[in-house]
């Protein structure tokens, strides 16, 4: 079955204690992304990846990191969480950067305390 | 101003009549725009896409697509109280990572 798969979908912890969301896709796709979701904001791109090795920001990357060593993996690193990053977090991936509907993950709902 | 708005709801709609949501953007090199459902709790799942000027039609949905307004907007046909949800408008350029959403319309179907 073609999917994205997030872990962990749920997650409370502290302030400071660095955490890793890892995204897994298995269509092959090259271009996978990070968003966050806020009440009435819609979603916000966190970070993108175009293909291996290659990553760019998106329009509320700080406190984020990413990397993409393979191309199924795409992880979301917060290295030092603060309470504004409680949020809940998709992963998604399409074929390529242009005129391609994405595909999401079912989301992991952080709560940083 | 945001790069992409939507129409700001809720909106609400008697079973069986035709729901239409709106949405403008802001950058004219936006090539590719789609639809997504988002159910509570649930993540986004597409429901049309459309790429060229005119209207793009599958089953009881319309995609309405006018770039020289920076205008794109989807109707649904005989809305079902299955339709209720919160339906974001996406925004994508030629060949570039960026992708950007609209806030948002929460529909409800009442029956």
């Known amino acids: 079955e073609a999917q994205v798969t997030q872990n962990p979908r749920y997650l409370i912890t502290v302030t400071g204690k660095k955490l890793t969301v890892t995204c897994s896709q298995n269509m092959n796709h090259e271009y996978m992304s990070w968003y966050r979701q806020d009440p009435g904001l819609g979603l916000r791109q966190i970070y993108y990846s175009m293909n291996v090795e290659v990553t760019d920001k998106g329009d509320v990357p700080e406190g984020y990191k990413v990397s993409r060593k393979e191309k199924r993996n795409f992880p979301l690193i917060l290295e030092s969480p603060s309470p504004n990053q409680t949020s809940l977090y998709f992963c998604a991936s399409s074929w390529t950067a242009s005129n391609q509907p994405q595909h999401f993950g079912d989301g992991t709902r952080l709560s940083i305390l | 101003q945001k790069e992409v708005e939507q129409n700001s709801g809720p909106l609400s709609v008697p079973e069986g009549a035709i729901a239409s949501l709106n949405c403008t953007y802001s950058?004219?090199?936006?090539?590719?725009f789609f639809w997504y459902r988002q159910y509570s709790g649930k993540s986004p799942e597409l429901i049309m896409f459309?790429?060229?000027?005119g209207d793009k039609e599958d089953g009881r949905f319309t995609a309405q697509l006018n770039k020289a307004s920076q205008y794109v907007s989807l109707l649904i046909r005989d809305s079902q109280p299955s339709d209720s949800a919160t339906y974001l408008c996406?925004?994508?350029?030629?060949?570039?990572?960026?992708?950007?959403f609209g806030d948002g319309t929460t529909l409800t179907v009442k029956p």
């Open positions: 996406a925004v994508r350029p030629l060949n570039a990572g960026k992708s950007t």
């Open positions: 950058d004219r090199g936006s090539q590719s």
């Open positions: 459309i790429y060229s000027n």
